[in-house]
């Protein structure tokens, strides 16, 4: 966030902010004093008052997104740029769909979702749209985590001096109401690492919280990974499995 000083004809000198976005483009904000009496002491059926409720949602809504620790080349994934050129895309795009429009049940059940298929089929863009459709939708707290990342960030608590502490990380990865972990067995697999990621879906298993999984191991190898059982939460009440099994077109990416 940039400041820069400006003068409001009304209130006098004040610090205009320019606020950047999540999806890039950024926003400039005004007198904080105008913005506190539109809120608050003006006619609610007036243009400043909307104006001002909308940039209020606004700013919540891009903090959330943020927090989602979505990495910026994934920032601008949405289910609307997800390209359906061959029939699996389009099957995939309407399942995503279903689950954000039905998220409120999804989530009051802790229904899941696989993304199982091929390296660069989009899973990830898919993932992560649906990250921020739940977030900007019904003001969900989602968060984005690779599953490698996930077993630094674990790893690097066993540091001494460390200012997190392993149970840190576990509380965060299983009180979030929507968990994306991307890329599951795309690291080596110790039993440590396989250990960790089944400790997570079923700690969300018992809190009833759900979890959205990417990978590229093919299903037997799937639950040999985390687990026949693991396997079988993320598939409890109707959890679908959606197959990325077309040929890649881009040889790579997401
Ligand atoms: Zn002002």
Redesign the pocket.
């Known amino acids: 966030m940039k400041t820069r000083n400006d003068q409001?004809e009304?209130?006098g000198q004040?610090e205009r902010r320019l606020v950047e976005a999540f999806d890039g483009a950024s926003k400039v904000v005004g007198?904080p004093?105008?913005y506190w009496e539109s809120i608050h002491t003006s006619d609610e059926q007036s243009q400043a008052h909307a104006d001002a409720v909308a940039l209020k949602r606004w700013e919540a809504t891009n903090v959330a997104l943020f927090a989602t620790g979505i990495a910026q080349r994934f920032r601008a994934c949405s289910l609307d740029n997800y390209r359906t050129d061959l029939e699996g895309q389009a099957v995939a795009l309407d399942l995503c769909r279903a689950y954000v429009d039905q998220f409120e049940e999804n989530f009051s059940v802790g229904r899941c979702l696989l993304m199982l298929g091929n390296f660069g089929n989009g899973k990830t863009h898919l993932g992560c749209a649906i990250l921020k459709a739940v977030v900007t939708r019904f003001g969900a707290h989602g968060l984005y985590a690779p599953a490698p990342d996930i077993i630094s960030a674990i790893k690097a608590t066993f540091n001494k001096g460390s200012s997190d502490t392993e149970q840190d990380i576990m509380a965060e990865l299983s009180s979030v109401d929507l968990l994306l972990i991307d890329e599951l067995g795309a690291q080596g697999g110790t039993e440590f690492e396989r250990n960790s990621l089944h400790t997570i879906i079923d700690m969300r298993y018992r809190k009833m919280l759900p979890t959205i999984i990417t990978s590229n191991l093919p299903s037997a190898e799937l639950s040999t990974y985390i687990g026949d059982r693991a396997l079988d939460r993320l598939r409890e009440n109707g959890g679908h499995a959606i197959a990325f099994d077309w040929e890649s077109s881009r040889g790579g990416g997401q």
Do not use: M
Request: glycine share 0%; aromatic share 14%.
């Open positions: 409001c009304v209130h004040y007198c004093n105008c």
